[in-house]
């Protein structure tokens, strides 16, 4: 009886190991795809959820793979903390072990933040803009006939085919009509990683939050 604990027990320890150096050796080739997809250099840090990982390898479908993409720039305009996850991968072992090309993930989900300083890098010369919380002030002159007058006002975001656009939408120190032409964009353009398409751009501390998201990505190597 003790003999057959002990064998149980060290099984236990072994299946423990090779699960660990399994994961470890799938995460690094699933890095290597997730770079070549997401066409950035060096290699993303990537951890794949969920215990026991073995029983995931031996059917080829992972729940989450997640990733950290670090810092890109699109157009000139960096996005920091370019983070998301893979959902619903489907990646057959022998695929992996073979290089093969049809790894494929059901959702990609992504998310980044535009800092205040990148957001005011982009505002009109004179005008100056500061994140408040989950909202945007900006301060500066508008001309009002010969004169200039001074104004604050807080800025309402949204995406536009041009990139992302800061509207004033109350504004105080000049007539409320005025508010239309205090705007600016930031020509955020170009490919995200995976295709993914933007599907909210949010006001948050330190900065803007972009969410984007994509369909039956593949994940070549």
Not at 26 to 39: E, F, G, H, W
Not at 91 to 103: E, F, G, K, S, T
Not at 138 to 162: H, I, P
């Amino acid at each position: 009886m003790r003999k057959l604990l002990v064998f149980l027990i060290l099984l236990i320890i072994l299946l423990a190991v090779l699960d660990r150096v399994a994961v470890a050796g799938v995460q690094r080739d699933l890095a290597n795809r997730i770079a070549a997809a997401a066409d950035v250099r060096g290699t993303p840090e990537v951890e794949i959820t969920g215990i026991p990982f073995l029983t995931q390898a031996i059917s080829g479908h992972y729940q989450e793979v997640r990733f950290d993409l670090g810092t890109l720039r699109y157009g000139g305009v960096p996005i920091e903390g370019l983070k998301g996850a893979a959902y619903d991968v489907t990646a057959p072992l022998a695929d992996l072990l073979q290089n093969r090309a049809d790894i494929r993930a059901g959702r990609v989900a992504v998310t980044g933040t535009l800092t205040d300083a990148t957001i005011d890098r982009f505002a009109p010369q004179g005008v100056k803009v500061s994140g408040k919380g989950d909202r945007f002030v900006a301060s500066g002159e508008l001309a009002v006939g010969a004169q200039k007058v001074k104004f604050t006002a807080e800025m309402k975001v949204e995406m536009t085919d041009e990139g992302i656009r800061l509207q004033a939408e109350k504004i105080e120190g000049v007539p409320a009509q005025l508010a239309r032409f205090v705007t600016y964009t930031i020509p955020f353009q170009g490919k995200l990683p995976f295709d993914v398409k933007v599907t909210e751009v949010k006001s948050v501390s330190g900065g803007l939050r972009i969410s984007a998201e994509a369909s039956d990505v593949p994940l070549r190597g």
